[in-house]
């Protein structure tokens, strides 16, 4: 007959066995479930900024000479609409550069009604802002490469 404590001992270990394993398990899927949910986020944050970009990208052709463009009011319209969206998805970026890409871009669109498209101080704002937009998607790469 085998002594109680091998019993008891190995259904330790036993029980032991199926825990560690279950556990384990768990945090395996946990692993799996974070990486997925961040290239969800890694994706949704792409087709915001890709979107805030095309407006951006529009309001600097409708100040130019590019035909068929909107209006630089439209486009500045566009612009203030998908910032909305990025200050869902990323608040630090809207406080501060996109905040600076607004400004620029209000300031060249007032120009842009007021001056000729050729006069300097016209095209010293048309370049502010497209500094500006410079500096937004550097921060956009920095917050995308942080998630």
Same mark, same amino acid.
């Given at each position: 007959m085998t002594p109680t404590w091998v019993t008891l001992l190995v259904a330790f270990i036993g029980l032991a066995g199926i825990l560690l394993t279950q556990w384990r398990a768990d945090r395996r899927a946990d692993r799996l479930d974070s990486a997925a949910r961040t290239e969800r986020r890694r994706s949704e944050c792409r087709t915001v900024f890709t979107a805030l970009f095309r407006a951006a990208d529009a309001l600097d052709?409708?100040?130019g000479d590019v035909p068929g463009e909107p209006t630089p009011d439209a486009a500045l319209a566009q612009l203030r609409f998908e910032r909305a969206s990025v200050e869902f998805a990323a608040p630090a970026l809207a406080a501060a550069e996109l905040a600076a890409v607004l400004a620029a871009g209000v +300031? /060249?669109?007032a120009l842009t009604t007021r001056t000729s498209r050729?006069?300097?101080?016209?095209?010293?704002? +048309? /370049?502010?802002y497209q500094r500006a937009v410079a500096d937004l998607k550097k921060a956009v790469q920095e917050y995308l490469n942080g998630l």
């Open positions: 052709d409708a100040t +300031r /060249l669109v050729t006069r300097d101080v016209f095209l010293e704002a +048309r /370049l502010d």
